[in-house]
């Protein structure tokens, strides 16, 4: 069992940054691979950005946000975190971190079996 708590979300103007945090606490957080993902208002939940296991040597990106965002994890803190650059209205959603047992980086959400209560995200033009 692995419980998650998001926090670092706010309202910013586009072209800010905010760094978003998961903490961890429970299972070994770095046994898991980890991501992110974000709900808008009457959207599906998409994948954004994940982090393999252990070293977290491997990352991987959703186009829309390649380049602006990087993912990242510090597993003596049981921490991840997502540094969101050059914001834009269309980030505008509920930003949540999840947690997958293994190593390999998978953007389905139903892979994901823990996941945090989510942390709001605005961003105004």
């Known amino acids: 069992q692995v419980q998650l708590m998001e926090s670092g979300g706010g309202l910013v103007q586009a072209g800010a940054s905010l760094r978003l945090s998961c903490a961890a606490s429970g299972r070994t957080f770095s046994s898991y691979t980890m991501s992110w993902f974000r709900q808008a208002p009457g959207k599906e939940r998409e994948f954004v950005a994940g982090?393999?296991?252990?070293?977290?040597?491997?990352?991987y990106y959703a186009d829309s946000v390649k380049g602006r965002f990087a993912i990242s994890r510090v597993n003596a803190e049981n921490t991840g975190y997502l540094q969101m650059n050059s914001l834009k209205p269309e980030d505008t959603a509920v930003y949540y971190c999840?947690?997958?047992?293994?190593?390999?980086?998978?953007?389905?959400?139903?892979?994901?079996?823990?996941w945090g209560q989510g942390t709001q995200v605005t961003v105004s033009s």
């Open positions: 999840a947690a997958a047992p293994g190593r390999n980086i998978v953007t389905s959400s139903a892979e994901y079996a823990y």
């Open positions: 982090i393999s296991w252990f070293s977290g040597s491997n990352t």
